[in-house]
């Protein structure tokens, strides 16, 4: 045999890929024990399937989606004033499109084969699904919105890099814009918070929770690492107050104590309690998250920092913080998503939010018993957002690692 | 006139202007251990100093205290002629004028290489961007990376990440720098380009305060070799006298060790 001459490329191994039958048989059927595992795991997994399907076909009535479809998505919003949150529901779809376009310039195709199978398979959805279809043709223009944005702000990552920072800027405007169409004023007719409700709600709540609770927790994390004794103290001592009490009992001091305490009129409302009391629980677990990255971050790189003269501000800025926070970023998304979730306890304190417009709903005698489709339905879109926030942050993930590349 | 001041200028380094001035430095580490017990020490500018020592001896915490990184509890340090007190305004003047190199290069991993060297410029001196950057790369061009600077430091080897260290420590124009053992953590065969950056600086005229084992670095570039052990200084000579004809004991059992 001649050996391989330094200049020859040498590929690695390939992997040999079974076809489907030997792979079952090398898998699933190597010897009796285990086929007789797979014969009885694959007969209960199909009962459960057909037990599922035969129950949402015959028996569910899933007309009370539908016919309810404003109460899940706004609560008691007037409807004369949907088109304020349809506006809205444009300026995020045409946001997210935007930053989605920029932050994919470098890839060669932006709409890969992927991506048009998803785009592919929403639009049949919010064709097909029998809940959407009043709204479909407004579903289909965001889906369309989104598509035109993406490719408008891939045209704008190419040509000009530098507006990226803008979009952060925009998000931060639009938040603003959101509280503004939602309750009006300032030339909109006013809706009280106690009409605000459904998924926009716990949307609401979630996003203001997240942007309030991360900087929060943050300075608690930095402040328990302080070398000044009472600010270590105090970080330490509210962190360990906060995650000694459930959030149920949070949020019902919010709800019920705080008005107590306070004379009327200067009582804060009661939307803005509940976020205050979700921010303040979760800013607490979030600084221990934080603190886990910082302690990952070698103490070298704060002496490389302070011996070329950077000063203590400086040094956790430029070098500590970016570094901590790329290594908690599973941490403080897997804290983001209980916090979403958590907002379903609001329901407990007389918040229409998604789970509370659902329990008032099954209240009404033409929907009795219906609990099982509308439980479901909301746990799909629950579980939407919370998978959605899973892929962002893996992505973003990626985008940060330079280790290798 | 002027031949006369040519001739009182002194030839030695060491009796040039000294720049760190270290005067019966102590310190003790929380736990109660004396790990510098009366330390003095004088370096003179355009001079570089070996500081060698058995581990243990105190000699990386000795030139820790020269830009406050390790505090210490009694004696004084004054650097470029500011006494290194405990006031944070005086540390932060002082480690603009100090370099430092360390042992594990401490390179910052989520930076590129060029954006490691122009940090310090760009933050601490306020150097405009275009300006830091030029200056980074004729550094970088120095040390031999240039063709790295888009890359993140976990892409190059020891040797290339230790040479952008030097980089980025130079780039902030010190008057002296450190070296904390900057081969230490080196495989074999990047030593010597780490080494050949050093011998390049020295001849150059820097001041250079070095903690190494490597013998032949010494023996060549440096004016004073100093040996450190128990944390207190044993014995300082020039290498010639002090690799040939030791002193003291301590450095006749320290050289039988590593030689």
């Known amino acids: ?405 | 006139m002027t031949q006369f001041q040519t001739e009182t200028v002194p030839v030695s380094n060491n009796t040039g202007e000294p720049v760190i001035v270290a005067t019966d430095v102590e310190k003790w580490y929380d736990n109660g251990f004396h790990v510098l017990k009366g330390v003095s020490m004088t370096v003179y500018k355009g001079e570089v100093l070996v500081v060698m020592g058995p581990s243990g001896s105190g000699k990386s915490t000795f030139i820790r205290t020269f830009n406050a990184l390790e505090p210490y509890q009694k004696g004084s340090i004054e650097v470029d002629g500011i006494e290194l007190a405990h006031d944070l305004k005086n540390i932060e003047a002082i480690r603009r004028e100090v370099g430092m190199v360390f042992q594990q290069f401490n390179l910052f991993p989520h930076l590129t290489v060029l954006q490691n060297v122009t940090l310090a410029p760009i933050w601490v001196r306020h150097w405009p961007k275009a300006k830091a950057q030029e200056v980074a790369m004729q550094l970088l061009e120095r040390v031999g990376i240039l063709e790295q600077a888009q890359k993140f430091p976990g892409q190059l080897s020891g040797g290339q990440q230790q040479r952008v260290a030097i980089a980025r420590s130079l780039a902030m124009q010190p008057k002296v720098m450190l070296f904390d053992e900057p081969t230490s953590a080196l495989d074999p065969e990047m030593v010597r380009e780490v080494l050949d950056v050093m011998r390049t600086l020295a001849t150059e005229g820097m001041t250079m305060v070095c903690v190494t084992h490597e013998v032949g670095f010494a023996r060549e570039v440096a004016a004073r070799v100093v040996l450190m052990d128990g944390g207190v200084l044993v014995e300082e000579n020039t290498p010639e006298a002090f690799f040939n004809d030791p002193q003291e004991d301590r450095t006749k059992k320290f050289l039988s060790q590593i030689l």
């Open chain 1, 1 to 405: 045999m001649t050996t391989a001459t330094p200049d020859t490329v040498s590929t690695a191994p390939e992997v040999k890929r079974l076809a489907i039958v030997p792979w079952l048989h090398k898998n699933l059927f190597s010897n009796w024990f285990n086929s007789l595992l797979t014969v009885v795991v694959t007969a209960i997994l199909g009962y459960a399937a057909y037990g599922m399907v035969v129950w949402g076909f015959t028996v569910a009535q899933w007309v009370v989606i539908p016919n309810n479809m404003g109460l899940f998505m706004t609560g008691l919003y007037p409807s004369d004033q949907y088109w304020r949150i349809w506006l809205l529901l444009g300026i995020v779809s045409a946001l997210a499109g935007l930053s989605w376009g920029m932050l994919a310039r470098n890839l060669p195709t932006l709409f890969s084969r992927n991506v048009l199978i998803g785009f592919a398979v929403v639009c049949a959805g919010f064709v097909l699904f029998p809940p959407t279809r009043p709204s479909s043709p407004k579903l289909l223009l965001m889906v369309a919105i989104v598509a035109a944005m993406a490719w408008a702000g891939r045209f704008i990552g190419r040509s000009k890099p530098g507006l990226g920072k803008w979009i952060t800027l925009l998000w931060f405007i639009s938040y603003f814009i959101a509280i503004w169409l939602i309750g009006g004023g300032l030339g909109l007719a006013g809706v009280s918070t106690n009409d605000w409700g459904g998924l926009v709600l716990t949307l609401l709540m979630a996003v203001s929770g997240i942007a309030l609770c991360f900087p929060i927790g943050v300075a608690l994390a930095l402040g328990r690492r302080s070398s000044l004794p009472v600010v270590k103290w105090l970080s330490v001592a509210y962190i360990e107050l906060i995650r000694g009490v459930p959030l149920i009992a949070i949020l019902f001091m919010g709800q019920v104590m705080i008005p107590l305490f306070l004379p009327e009129g200067m009582r804060p409302d009661r939307v803005l309690r509940a976020v205050i009391g979700l921010t303040f629980f979760s800013a607490a677990y979030l600084a221990e998250n934080v603190r886990a990255g910082l302690q990952s971050v070698p103490r070298g790189q704060q002496e490389a920092a302070a011996s070329l003269g950077l000063n203590t501000p400086l040094s956790l800025t430029l070098i500590v913080l970016p570094q901590a926070l790329k290594t908690a970023i599973p941490a403080i998304v897997g804290q983001f998503i209980s916090l979403f979730q958590d907002t379903t306890l609001l329901s407990i304190v007389g918040l229409a939010e998604l789970l509370g417009i659902s329990r008032s709903i099954l209240a009404n005698p033409s929907y009795l018993g219906r609990y099982a489709e509308v439980y479901l339905f909301i746990g799909v879109l629950y579980w939407f957002f919370c998978y959605a926030m899973s892929l962002g942050s893996r992505r973003i993930e990626e985008l940060l690692n330079t280790d290798h590349r």
